[in-house]
């Protein structure tokens, strides 16, 4: 017991002299560093050389580990307006000392920035499904001044990267987002995850028959920075009432009348008068079905011609026209079955009547309402007669 009691003493003996021998000797440091940050744009780098040393190196870190500046103490420029909203800045200096490397280190902030919208102009249509449109957007970049609690603007608009979220309102979790790429440009958001979602909710406040609401908001963001939102547009859709309706419906006729006329007559050598008996709406489908007749005949015989009868399906925005003949007097079937037209004929688009104007006169509709006034009177010629005066010329038919 003796014995082990000498060598444990001996052991701690000899590890109070390791760790004496390994304490004597302070690693080195360096002395006099000084970082100071003189504005947003500039650093004041001061690094003294150790004795018999080459001098310090200065290297300058963005938040994303890029370098910004490397080279001797100085006064540094930083691209301040290229970092983001108050980015960490590392700033390192290192020299030889005694054969060893030896660094310091300092930590140091960018300028707090934002973006805001200058410009926030959004052109949609006022359906019920405003997934197309335009917008024009102006952003820019404000920073924080150096010595004040107040903002300037400063060129940094090109590292703003912005997109836009729409939402119905009343479901703010079923957005659909888009990149936004340039100041100017087409908004079509119906092949864009989430679009099923949103139309599905504007689906049902257009077969309920109420107004819904949706709100496009831009969000932009500087370099790796979270997206904050800048701006926003709220888009009301309002369904239309029975007499705009109608005046939808003519249009569309009016339009149909014009493809018809030149299907049955690619040379140009006839006129027509276009009829509406009959329309309905179906607010599930956000279709037109109407229920039209087009006169052609020679110019100056308008008595006698060829009457063609059809039902016209198409969209509220005057997509998917299809025109299905149903029946007609002889001359009528002769010309079309001469022309080799299918029985149900996909048209051309129609412009919604958002778009272009209406062409007046060019249409009589039998089930419009009474407030549907159009121009006032002697405003345009007729271009058709009166329906009634019409009718008693079908003698010749």
Known sequence: MRCLSIIRG????????LL???????????????????????????????????APNVVVFDAAHDTLY??????????????GDAEPILVEVCAAIA???????????????????LKNDWDLPNVHNPARG?????????????????????????????????????????????????????????DRPGYRDFAFHLRAARVDGRPAAVTYAVYARLQNDPPVRVASHTHHVIPPTRAEQALHVEWFAE?????????????????????VDGWRY???????TVTMELRVYWPGRRWRGELLRGTLQVQQDGRQPRFAF????????????????ASVLSLERFYPLEVLPRIPGGVQTASAEPDNEREAPGAHPPLVPDRAAMERGRGGW
């Open 10 to 17: 001996q052991v701690v003996v000899l590890l109070v002299l």
């Open 20 to 54: 004496a021998s390994c304490g004597g000797s302070q690693p080195p440091v360096l002395q006099g560093v000084s970082v100071t940050q003189v504005s947003w744009d500039t650093l004041d780098v001061i690094a003294p050389s150790p004795e018999g040393g080459p």
């Open 70 to 83: 490397v080279g001797p103490p100085a006064r540094v420029g930083i691209p301040d307006a290229a970092l």
């Open 99 to 117: 054969q060893r490397l030896v660094c310091e280190q300092e930590g140091l902030r960018a300028s707090p920035k934002r973006v805001v919208a």
């Open 134 to 190: 335009r917008y024009a957007l102006r952003l820019a970049v404000e920073r924080q001044r150096f010595d004040d609690t107040t903002f300037e603007r400063i060129d940094a608009s090109a590292a703003v990267q912005a997109h836009v979220v729409a939402t119905v309102d009343e479901h703010p979790g079923t957005g659909v987002q888009l990149p936004l790429t340039g100041a100017t440009g087409v908004v079509n958001l119906t």
């Open 255 to 275: 339009q149909a009348g014009t493809q018809l006329l030149k299907v049955l007559d690619a040379r140009g050598r006839y006129q027509g008068d276009v009829f």
């Open 282 to 288: 179906q607010p599930g489908l956000g279709q037109y």
């Open 326 to 341: 149903t029946r007609g007097n002889r001359r009528a079937l002769h010309r079309w079955q001469r022309q080799e037209v």
